[in-house]
T-cell receptor, first 115, second 112 residues
Framework: NAGVTQTPKFRVLKTGQSMTLLCAQD?????MYWYRQDPGMGLRLIHYSVGEGTTAKGEVPDGYNVSRLKKQNFLLGLESAAPSQTSVYFC??????????????FGPGTRLTVL | AQSVAQPEDQVNVAEGNPLTVKCTYSVSGNPYLFWYVQYPNRGLQFLLK??????LVKGSYGFEAEFNKSQTSFHLKKPSALVSDSALYFC??????????FGSGTKLNVKP
């Protein structure tokens, strides 16, 4: 099993450009999450999904959109990139246990720089 | 509001000595608590969790954590630190809406 994979690993954008980050998991997990990691701030939740076709906002959703058309994929889009979106982006997935999601499995991350 | 606090940005310990990484939390309802470790340029890896049951939880690589409901704490511990334990450690809590909240992380330095 590959676990959670992220594409691409690195990307440099100019202000105003758009891009899509792809997350894929092969563990048949119901829940998927997108986080950004900035120095000294830990991980902050951008958007998440509790199942195919559903998405919800996290702590810092502005400037991002997501889609989950297939259970195994969770896409994060930046419509008009800004320098404040320079960060490392992590995708995670989790399985359901009575009461909700359990521990998360993380991808290797995407390092995004917006100039 | 749900939150996690890791009061120490960095913890230094000598190899062979016990280590503690502190975490306190605030969450509505029953707490679901987790510890993760992150090595440089890698994603987070799950170490251990508290859902219910015994207050002392054992996890991977010899780590354990003690849940204290009255102090709303979930400190990570290991009896004897290894140099290879040096990494960034994150505490997290899950709320009743399927969302997770992470602390800011604690850098553990284990010196030979």
């Amino acid at each position: 099993n590959a676990g959670v994979t992220q594409t691409p690993k690195f990307r440099v954008l100019k202000t105003g450009q758009s891009m899509t980050l792809l997350c894929a998991q092969d563990m048949n997990h119901e829940y998927m999450y997108w986080y950004r990691q900035d120095p000294g701030m830990g991980l902050r939740l951008i958007h998440y999904s509790v199942g195919e076709g559903t998405t919800a906002k996290g702590e810092v959703p502005d400037g991002y959109n997501v889609s989950r058309l297939k259970k195994q994929n969770f896409l994060l889009g930046l419509e008009s990139a800004a320098p404040s979106q320079t960060s490392v982006y992590f995708c995670a997935s989790s399985y359901w246990v009575s009461g909700g999601p359990n521990e998360q499995f993380f991808g290797p991350g995407t390092r995004l720089t917006v100039l | 509001a749900q939150s996690v606090a890791q009061p120490e940005d960095q913890v230094n310990v000598a190899e062979g000595n016990p280590l503690t990484v502190k975490c306190t939390y605030s969450v509505s309802g029953n707490p679901y608590l987790f510890w993760y470790v992150q090595y440089p340029n890698r994603g987070l890896q799950f170490l251990l969790k508290y859902i219910t049951g015994d207050n002392l939880v054992k996890g991977s690589y010899g780590f354990e954590a003690e849940f204290n409901k009255s102090q709303t704490s979930f400190h990570l511990k290991k009896p004897s630190a290894l140099v290879s334990d040096s990494a960034l450690y994150f505490c997290a809590v899950r709320d009743n809406f399927n969302k997770f909240y992470f602390g800011s992380g604690t850098k553990l330095n284990v010196k030979p």
